[in-house]
């Protein structure tokens, strides 16, 4: 074990240094004590070293609605575990780099070797493809483009450019003649099927260090107990308020899938990428995918995990260039704003292609409101009022506080009050909490009343009767 000194730079400044200030300061469910930083950190140091250290419950829990009011639970831990659950995470980045298996994303660190190891390889792609350069000749670049929303991150830029370059490297891999055919994988409740115990045989052929294991794995056993009836748990990691920790050790537990995916794909001359657990298949025809599909299914299955059926989606080339909207997200990558005549025909795109766009076009139409100026017409404001205030969107976890203050904005004093009213109405029917989170956040930045929002979530959590510490 490390000394004090030593423990401590881990929650340095930098990039490190968010991590601190993500779970004190911007927390769904704010933080009303915020410890002193050093003498925190000497404590929990002292009861890692003294053998004291036990998980706690969550603190509390954030609702999202999965589909079908289906709940998925994110836990908010309290700062101790979270700071347990980061250091064990930073001491093992470095483990995890050794193992990445090539067009796979989303291993990263809060700048760690892994995130510089990306880069080169997307560097290599573009390389390999001069001639799939945009007509103008220049480089293609998705970063300002597309949308990957995380409920909380350390570092929530990392997690957009992340996912920025495994689109680009997509969109110019898909540009080959060679592919014709697409598939795109699901796998089922990923994080709440990881088997802990596999997942620390994995981790001991690594690692000799055992301190690091037991404290991991202590965690990750005991992080929910008072809300499991089987006692110590061996199966599932948290998807928690801050997802940083958890995607590492899932990265890390799908390394040896990904290995055989890999070479699965290179039999039939098809191409593998994964980012997290979303996973594309570029293939020369229909019947290949097929084929690797159904070897994939029983493949995975020795990892105790399995593909969600009704996700498998097989797409022609067309289809999916559709489907992710690439040419559409180029086309406006430098744009900050657009006139009425271009917003209305966005409108348009965006209707007539939802049912076929991913996740119905969510990222297409919250890129139209970004780009939606001061003074725009009815029918993009009445669009984006319609699109918003969806129950389904407002339950998603799309919704952001900057989505209702970018509405609110383009609105005259009459269609704000309506705008309000609205929301409070969908309060008193919406079941996850999240939503109310989000909307006492909103109504506090612009200065309306939160007592009937605070009053519905206690409601909500005594509804769902979840134990928090």
């Not at 070797?113 to 997307?122: F, G, M, N, P, Y």
């Not at 917003?343 to 292609?353: H, M, S, T």
Request: hydrophobic content about 40%; some cysteine; glycine content about 6%.
């Amino acid at each position: 074990m490390e000394t004090l000194e030593e423990f401590i730079k881990y929650f340095g400044n930098g990039e490190v240094g968010k991590f601190w200030k993500t779970i004190t300061r911007e927390s769904l469910i704010p933080i009303t004590n915020i410890p002193d930083k050093k003498n925190f950190l000497k404590e929990i140091y002292n009861d890692i070293i003294s053998g004291k250290y036990i998980p706690s419950k969550p603190r509390d829990y954030i609702l999202i609605n999965k589909g079908q009011n289906v709940i998925r639970l994110l836990p908010v831990f309290n700062v101790k575990d979270s700071c347990v659950y980061f250091y064990c995470t930073k001491k093992i980045e470095a483990l995890i780099y050794g193992n990445r298996v090539p067009n796979t994303f989303g291993g990263w660190r809060l700048g760690g070797v892994i995130r510089s190891s990306e880069r080169e390889e997307l560097d290599r792609v573009v390389a390999n493809l001069q001639s799939y350069e945009m007509p103008d000749g220049s480089t293609i670049s998705l970063d300002e483009s597309f949308e990957y929303a995380m409920p909380a991150s350390f570092n929530p830029l990392a997690w957009r450019e992340n996912w920025s370059e495994f689109m680009r490297a997509l969109y110019v891999n898909s540009r080959a003649d060679v592919y014709q055919y697409v598939a795109e994988l699901d796998i089922a409740n990923f994080y709440d099927n990881i088997n802990i115990d596999t997942l620390e045989k994995k981790f001991e052929k690594l690692s000799q260090e055992k301190e690091i294991k037991d404290l991991l794995f202590n965690f990750l056993k005991n992080w929910d107990l008072g809300n499991t009836e089987s006692g110590v748990g061996n199966k599932g990691i948290p998807q928690d308020e801050v997802a940083d920790c958890s995607r590492l050790i899932a990265n890390f537990f799908l390394q040896d899938f990904d290995e055989e995916m890999f070479s699965l794909c290179n039999e039939y001359g098809a191409k593998y990428f994964r980012y997290a657990d979303d996973q594309i298949i570029l293939a020369q025809s229909k019947e290949t995918l097929e084929e690797i599909i159904s070897r994939a299914s029983v493949m995975i299955l020795k990892y105790g995990l399995c593909f969600n059926h009704r996700k498998v989606k097989i797409m022609t080339k067309s289809m999916f260039e559709t489907y992710f909207s690439f040419e559409w997200f180029i086309d406006r990558k430098d744009l900050k704003t657009e006139d009425t005549d271009s917003l209305n025909r966005d409108i348009r795109y965006y209707k007539g292609n939802k049912k076929t766009l991913r996740n119905r076009g969510i990222s297409v139409m919250l890129r139209i409101l970004s780009l939606t100026p001061a003074g725009a017409d009815n029918i993009s404001i009445e669009f984006l009022k319609k699109e918003i205030l969806n129950t389904t969107f407002l339950t998603s976890p799309k919704l952001d506080v900057w989505q209702l203050t970018k509405l609110y904005g383009l609105l005259n004093a009459d269609d704000k009050s309506v705008l309000v009213a609205g929301l409070r109405e969908k309060s008193q029917v919406i079941l996850q909490n999240r939503f109310h989170l989000i909307l006492k956040k909103f109504f506090e930045s612009i200065g309306e009343d939160i007592e009937e929002i605070d009053s519905r979530i206690g409601v909500l959590n005594e509804l769902f009767g979840l134990k928090t510490g």
